[in-house]
């Protein structure tokens, strides 16, 4: 252990920053702050193994993330509880598998001055996301935030393939929806 | 062969083709529905917006620390000293 290390230099360089990227993926404080301060410390123990090949804040990154993916390992036998039957009621589409007329997409005009763009609406994709099934959220996080593909997320959570599917369908047709009602389309 | 395939099937294919898990009959299948369903067309194209600004959620996120918590975990990591 380098006695160089300043551990307050750190929490005020990295912390935020550490905690912002948590915090966009478990959405809850307590577990965030928890994470972060995990991060530290084992970042402090084995900063003799740091190398240097990347920088230190990549280096805090990839050992939160590691920290985030055995959060949601440890959280998955909780999560899975509440599993979708597959052949289960699908409220997006009507009894022949198309849009009804109340879900199907409509035009989002996504023109010249690019709505997503605009940094409110991070606060609205949160806040759709955060609306998600608990385990519908932890798929689409690990998908899309931390860039797993299906067979690692399957092996992470202990889904069955077909659940995964079903998960991550159900989360974006949820998070389009919800994106249209309260963004694009108000 | 059957090449008209549902908007749920056609949707459920969107995500697959980002694996690159379709076959290449199912390609073909998603591409004749797209062609025309307007619906799934904008689903399509939604779906890639969507994925699009999920992986920089991060950097919009604003919460932070107090400086409570921040000097909680300093000392919690001045005891490992």
């Given at each position: 252990m380098s006695t160089q290390l300043d551990a307050t230099k750190w929490v005020n360089d990295y912390g935020d920053m550490l905690y912002r990227y948590a915090m966009a993926r478990v959405n809850d404080s307590e577990i965030a702050k928890d994470l972060v301060q995990d991060t530290f410390l084992a970042a402090w123990r084995n900063y003799d193994n740091?190398?240097?090949?990347?920088s230190e804040k990549n280096w805090l990154y990839a050992i939160l993330k590691n920290k985030i993916i055995d959060h949601f390992r440890k959280a998955s036998t909780r999560l899975t509880d509440?599993?979708?039957?597959?052949a289960g009621d699908d409220p997006y589409f009507d009894d022949s598998q198309h849009w009804t007329a109340a879900t199907a997409p409509k035009d989002w005009?996504?023109?010249?001055?690019?709505?997503?763009?605009?940094?409110?609406f991070y606060g609205v994709l949160l806040n759709c996301k955060s609306k998600l099934k608990k385990i519908q959220d932890t798929v689409f996080t690990l998908k899309y935030?931390?860039?797993?593909d299906s067979e690692e997320i399957c092996k992470v959570l202990n889904l069955t393939t077909s659940n995964y599917w079903v998960l991550i369908h159900r989360a974006k047709l949820q998070l389009r929806a919800c994106l249209e009602k309260n963004w694009f389309i108000k | 062969m059957k090449w008209m395939i549902s908007c749920k099937e056609a949707t459920n294919f969107i995500s697959r083709k980002e694996e690159g898990k379709l076959s290449l009959k199912q390609r073909m299948q998603l591409w004749v529905h797209l062609g025309v369903c307007s619906f799934c067309k904008l689903f399509y194209k939604q779906n890639k917006i969507i994925i699009r600004q999920a992986s920089h959620l991060h950097e919009h996120e604003t919460a932070q620390l107090s400086n409570a918590d921040k000097e909680a975990i300093i000392t919690r990591i001045n005891e490992e000293l």
């Open positions: 740091f190398k240097g090949e990347i509440s599993l979708p039957t597959v005009n996504e023109g010249s001055d690019a709505p997503v763009m605009k940094k409110e935030l931390d860039g797993l | -």
